[in-house]
């Protein structure tokens, strides 16, 4: 069975593979193992781990086996007989199939197996336990890695050996200053991890609020376009139900009878004719086609009526016969529009609804007054009506029922009115609860009107001169004051915080001079530490020096001794032939001087050298040293200064 899988970062062939089939279960996992030193598969086994081969199991005493015991002899393969032909297997491993594989799409070549020799030191890159064939090739943060490293390396190498207390106090020294550099890296790294971190974080949080938000104002704008549709749709409902009730009513109208006191003969309109510019009572015959004539009683006769106007004064007197409100422009000012609030429209709509309510009450009233009347002049005898009785019979009008109001008990009816009593005076006290309450807010208007009807009437209340000016007086006393007060409050808060920023810059520097002396503290400690070392390696160089003398010394003496030996002993043969002389003696004796003090010459113009040289080399730090402490001292009198200003 064979499973599919693509992975992102592959050492093998599926890097440059989209899609690979793997012959078994896991063996993808195969291509994220580490890349360890090790050999290749073989019968010989070297390096570092060779003593791990030579164990044996501890295998217990098994007894031996009877003679009369015959074992079936073991099947030996024959020498000569070929090799048998394995099978090779349908698929592929992934490392069999890259070794094998020559692709342009190749990206990350195929890495064999190494072994790291025994005389060779270990590639840099294979410190990093970072870096594999995925996270290759190297970036600036392995860049930086590997420096570290490299520093690291460094200082273990330039550690002090652990000779005396001094070095080993100054290697712990140098090892904790690095162990806090790597801790401070570390805390680096896991900071800029956790903001890497929150930074995806508030990222997806922001991308979440930003769909949630997206999503609800889809929501919402879906819901109002529902809305809206139910809003227009009942609007157009009322609209037709509206036009359809309107038409109802037009119809109804139209199709009711107009009775008239005849029955159902239609009476005249004579407000509504002389309404209509168009009726026959402003043109009754000549719409008609017809001349006017002489039955109107000459209404319609204008021209007879008017006067000629074939002069000036009978248009002056047409002109004056004509209204003035016809002639002249009324200029009105237009009303100013009120705002109203809702309780003025309230109150208007309550006033317009008792209005209507009274008229229609009128208008009942004045109707039954009217039917009562036509009801007793119907029923009364007539002597000029010639009409018949069916005609002028009128249907009878019964009497409603008259009401009855129950019996009521004294002591309920008490009760009732004891009630009626205390809701009276209960809101009648609440209305002057409200009343002095508006008086309380209103009390500063209510004096100053007061006192300004007191001015007028002349109110002997209202203060005088003297006082008015006495109470001025005060006024700018407690002006003067509180001005007073308030810039003295104002300089002692400056002052409080001018004392706050020079404590605080009195600690500031207390706390630069406490750091001083403890990096003085520390740099002498140091210098101690320097001049105890210098001292013993002085002291180790005067007595290697002491050595070299005296071994200088005793060679000079030797040398000396033997030359001196062989001297005596050329001038003991010379004299012993009889061949030496005086002179010969003395030459030989001045050599031998010569020679001896051009050696101890040479030994000690070396010294001298050298001592010559420590004492400039001294007198060079003493001055350098000196220079150092006076430039420190001015700068901390400097400061000292500074910080008590």
Do not use: C
Request: negative net charge; charged residues 30%.
């Amino acid at each position: 069975m064979s499973y599919t899988r693509t992975i992102e970062q592959r050492a093998y062939d599926h890097l440059y593979d989209p899609v690979y089939t793997t012959p078994e279960t896991g063996l993808y996992r195969q291509s994220n193992a580490p890349v360890k030193a090790a050999a290749e598969p073989g019968n010989d086994v070297s390096g570092t781990a060779r003593h791990k081969y030579f164990k044996q199991p501890l295998v217990p005493h098994l007894h031996a086996v009877a003679p009369e015991v015959l074992l079936a002899p073991t099947a030996k393969q024959d020498p000569l007989a070929p090799p048998a032909m394995e099978d090779e297997p349908l698929t592929k491993a992934v490392g069999v199939q890259t070794k094998y594989r020559d692709s342009e799409a190749q990206t990350n070549p195929y890495t064999p197996q190494f072994v790291v020799r025994e005389d060779q030191e270990e590639p840099e890159v294979m410190i990093l336990d970072g870096l594999g064939e995925g996270s290759l090739p190297a970036g600036a943060k392995e860049v930086s890695m590997i420096e570290r490293a490299r520093e690291k390396r460094a200082l273990e190498a330039s550690l002090p050996p652990i000779t005396d207390e001094a070095s080993l106090n100054l290697r712990k020294r140098l090892m904790e200053q690095q162990e806090l550099r790597e801790y401070s890296l570390r805390e680096a790294e896991f900071d800029a991890m956790r903001e890497k971190r929150l930074t995806v974080l508030r990222k997806a949080i922001d991308e979440r609020d930003a769909s949630n938000e997206f999503l609800a104002e889809q929501r919402v704008e879906a819901l109002r376009q529902r809305k809206m549709e139910q809003r227009d749709k009942a609007l157009t409902n009322i609209q037709n139900r509206r036009i359809k009730a309107l038409r109802k009513l037009s119809k109804a109208r139209k199709d009711v009878p107009t009775v008239g006191a005849l029955g159902s003969r239609k009476n005249r309109d004579i407000i509504g004719e002389y309404a209509d510019f168009s009726s026959k009572v402003y043109a009754p015959i000549r719409r008609d086609g017809k001349a006017l004539d002489s039955s109107a009683g000459g209404k319609f006769d204008v021209l007879s009526k008017t006067a000629p106007m074939d002069s000036l004064e009978n248009i002056a007197k047409m002109e004056a016969t004509i209204p003035s409100k016809l002639t002249k422009t009324a200029i009105r000012k237009p009303q100013k529009q009120q705002t109203k609030t809702a309780a003025d429209r309230k109150n208007l709509a309550l006033t317009a609804d008792l209005q209507l309510m009274d008229t229609i009450i009128k208008s009942d009233m004045g109707d039954e007054d009217v039917q009562n009347a036509t009801v007793g002049a119907s029923t009364a005898p007539s002597a000029t009506n010639a009409s018949p009785g069916w005609r002028t019979k009128t249907k009878k009008v019964e009497r409603p029922a008259t009401p009855l109001v129950p019996e009521v008990d004294e002591e309920a009816e008490n009760e009732h009115m004891a009630l009626i009593l205390l809701q009276r005076l209960l809101r009648g006290r609440a209305v002057q609860n409200t009343m002095f309450e508006g008086k309380e807010r209103r009390i500063e208007l209510i004096k100053e009107l007061r006192a300004s009807e007191g001015i007028e009437q002349g109110d002997p209340g209202v203060l005088t001169q003297p006082e008015r000016k006495s109470r001025v007086h005060e006024a700018a006393i407690d002006t003067i004051a509180g001005e007073t007060t308030s810039a003295l409050f104002d300089f002692l808060s400056k002052e409080l915080v001018r004392k706050e920023e020079k404590d605080k810059l009195q600690a500031m520097a207390a706390a630069a001079e406490k750091e001083r002396q403890k990096r003085e503290i520390e740099e002498g400690g140091k210098r101690q530490a320097e001049e105890l070392l210098r001292s013993r390696e002085d002291e180790a160089y005067r007595q290697i020096t002491r050595m070299h003398h005296a071994a200088a010394t005793t060679f000079v003496s030797n040398l000396m001794e033997q030359a001196l030996e062989k001297v005596v002993a050329e001038l003991v043969m010379k004299f012993a032939k009889g061949e030496a002389g005086g002179k010969v003696e003395a030459t030989e004796t001045a050599d031998v001087e010569a020679s001896g003090k051009e050696l101890v010459g040479s030994f000690l113009k070396a010294e001298a050298d050298g001592i010559a040289d420590a004492s400039k080399e001294g007198e060079t730090d003493a001055r350098i040293l000196d220079a150092a402490q006076a430039t420190v001292s001015q700068v901390m009198s400097d400061v000292t200064v500074n910080s008590t200003l």
